[in-house]
């Protein structure tokens, strides 16, 4: 069975810094591409940072260059996003996908990121 579990969401002010992770199971998470998405109220789905399956190539959006970076450990099945120097603008339910085509391609359930004054 898949799972992806999320955790390390929160409310934070401005500024600060979560650190977001991603618990993987079900598959062989070496195997696919893992990425990090967002959406906020009334707003579509976004990609926020992406890791290839070995780690070596990762890149992020450009709203969040310099702040965020993704990173993986595959003998552990975790993805993490660090998130620093927060803006009131990252709010938004930040989800874990693990990508290997459009036949295998699954999602978390999701975590609350809330950055306010």
């Known amino acids: 069975q898949v799972q992806l579990v999320e955790s390390g969401g929160g409310l934070v002010q401005p500024g600060g810094s979560l650190r977001l992770s991603c618990a993987a199971s079900?598959?062989?998470?070496?195997?696919?591409?893992m990425s990090w998405y967002r959406q906020a109220p009334g707003k579509e789905r976004e990609l926020v940072a992406v890791?290839?399956?070995?780690?070596?190539?990762?890149n992020v959006a450009d709203s969040v260059k310099g702040r965020f970076t993704i990173s993986r450990d595959n003998a552990r099945n975790t993805v993490t996003l660090q998130m620093n120097g927060l803006k009131v603008e990252d709010t938004a339910v930040y989800y874990c996908?693990?990508?290997?085509?459009?036949?295998?391609?699954?999602w978390g359930q999701g975590t609350q990121v809330t950055v306010s004054p």
């Open positions: 079900g598959f062989p998470f070496s195997s696919y591409v």
């Open positions: 890791s290839g399956s070995a780690g070596r190539w990762r």
């Open positions: 996908n693990a990508d290997r085509g459009p036949a295998a391609s699954y």
